[in-house]
């Protein structure tokens, strides 16, 4: 397993941490977000060493976006989260770099061909006054849109993949994406996967909490704040 490194020290920066990374100082992310980062990032659990235990997979896209989700452990080793001028559609940053958000592009364009970088941007611009004005943006910018988390929960809640958010293990199926909040208010976002925990008990997810891409039992470790089953078209 490669050494995970950090950037500017969390992946907890996540969605809507782009984008304070295209406008604060480094000195200021580094002193906010470097104590967060060693408290959260915990060691990976690869694939191969995973408790053998695992939940039965619904159906055959999950087990495709799964795999492709932990297809980036080992790869995806630094947390990125500045703002990056990217091409579009199809853009993304080097794959040993990203945040949270980019497990989850990077899962479903290698599973399924389906880019969210373009599917987000199309959807603001059919209806932008329906997504967050957290950043104070007045147009999209699809440098970035897609790698926020409050966008790709409403891009998911808007087509029509929300699911209860329950404290109830069964609850969260294989393939499952789960948005979270962190300490700080910062948004997190995880795949769920059919691996099981330790003790059998819930799913493992696959997620970049700041050390990169990372299998871990540590869906209930953080309020969970959204709850999505999302399979293209």
Known sequence: MKRRTFLFGTGLLAAGGAYAAHTLPAYRLQTGLQFVSKALAGPST????????????????????????????????VYDPAYVSLPFPNGDLPRERGVCTDVVVRAYRDAFGYDLQSAVNADMKSDFSSYPKIWGLKRPDRNIDHRRVPNLQTFFRRKGAALPVTANAKDYQ?????????????????????????????????????AGTQLEDRLFDFEITGHYRFRPA
């Open 46 to 77: 690869p694939p191969t060493e995973a408790t053998s235990n695992s939940f039965a997979l619904p159906n055959p896209w999950a087990g495709q976006l799964i795999e492709a989700a932990e297809s980036q452990i080992g790869v995806t080793v």
């Open 174 to 210: 294989p393939g499952d994406v789960v948005s979270q909040m962190l300490p700080g208010n910062l948004p997190h976002m995880a795949i769920v996967s059919h691996r099981a925990s330790a003790d059998s008990e819930r799913p493992m997810v696959v997620h970049n909490i700041g």
